[in-house]
């Protein structure tokens, strides 16, 4: 079991949705005795600043995980990293791909690589659906990443350091989610709302429920593991009728690259996959370090996909609104 007491934490990306939940969080349990905020943004730290206030254990530290140098020497002397830092956006990924390349895979390297060189003990990185089965370029980036924080254990050698994988979806009020947009548009009294499918599904997770999964992954790892939540799915036609009740739906076709339904673990990946009560552990293809060695949970079926219209766990437009109020 790891303990967090006294330690150092590093978080890349860290004035992104995520990284100031997960930030706030470690503030308010009170274990950690230093926080490092890394970016590249320096409006974005400014503004996450006002918001923490000056707590003594926040340092702030302005990089690009392009630059090995310069993160290097921003993540002396910390105990755990989570990397967050991403370029995530699917259409600017299609016109801009080595840039996302550059970032998701290379950026993700040096991570590794530094982690190991300083002696970091444990690393979650943050992974997305679109990384299983991709059908974008952002996708195949992140499940690059993935393979590489996987790898990276053996990659360590005699190194302590240690990494795992967490995969979720959708973030409820997350930058880039869809709940600002329909919210804006309701209050705006435009009664016209803008579906890609009606089809659609997708997975749905909460910031305090994505936080509490990536502290659990670092008490549950050994290395080797990407870890992926039990969590409910939704009907995009069920959320925009939450959020704009009695708006038409505009059907205007899926976007390069979007999936109609978000898959999370594929079909090739289900026989070196457990279920547990609350999540799923997909063990690593190589191992040498421990990673297959996951204690408890059950085999699912060869022919297992855990995709958002094939879940067994589903939103009421109840659940929804709530979910969305709380957000």
């Known amino acids: 079991m790891t303990s967090l007491d006294g330690a150092s934490m590093f978080v890349t990306g860290g004035t992104g949705s995520f990284g100031k939940a997960f930030i706030r969080r470690l503030l308010d349990d009170g274990h950690v005795s230093r926080i490092v905020i890394y970016s590249r943004d320096e409006l974005k730290q400014y503004e996450v600043r006002q918001l923490l206030g000056d707590d003594p254990r926040l340092r702030w530290m302005i990089g690009d995980i392009r630059d090995k140098e310069r993160l290097h020497r921003a993540m002396h002397g910390v105990d755990y990293v989570v990397h967050a830092a991403a ?9 801009n791909p080595y840039e996302f390349v550059k970032t998701n895979v290379l950026g993700s390297q040096n991570v590794i690589d530094t982690a190991i060189d300083l002696g970091v003990k444990r690393v979650v990185a943050l992974s997305t659906d679109k990384a299983s089965s991709p059908a974008n370029l952002y996708g195949a980036t992140k499940l690059c990443a993935d393979k590489l924080f996987i790898a990276g254990n053996h990659y360590a050698g005699a190194a302590d350091t240690r990494m795992a994988v967490v995969r979720y979806g959708n973030v409820v009020g997350s930058r880039g989610s869809v709940v600002p947009f329909f919210k804006r548009l309701a209050a705006e009294g435009v009664r016209k709302v803008p579906i890609t499918d009606p089809r659609m599904t997708r997975f749905w997770i909460t ?42 739906l505009d059907i205007i076709g899926i976007r390069p690259g979007e999936k109609l339904h978000e898959e999370m673990i594929g079909a090739e990946d289900a026989h070196r996959t457990l279920r547990f009560a609350d999540h799923y552990v997909v063990k690593p293809v190589i191992s040498e370090w421990g990673g297959k060695h996951v204690e408890g949970g059950e085999e699912v079926p060869n022919d297992f996909v855990y995709r958002s219209d094939l879940n067994d766990q589903w939103l009421s437009h109840d659940e929804l609104a709530e979910m969305v109020a709380a957000a």
């Open 207 to 248: 910031l305090p429920q994505a936080v509490q999964f990536v502290l659990d992954a670092f008490e549950r790892m050994t290395g080797g593991e990407l870890y992926v939540p039990r969590i409910p799915s939704m009907k995009i036609t069920d959320l925009a009728e939450v959020l704009a009740p009695g708006a038409e």
């Open 87 to 95: 370029l995530k956006q699917v259409d600017t990924a299609e016109y």
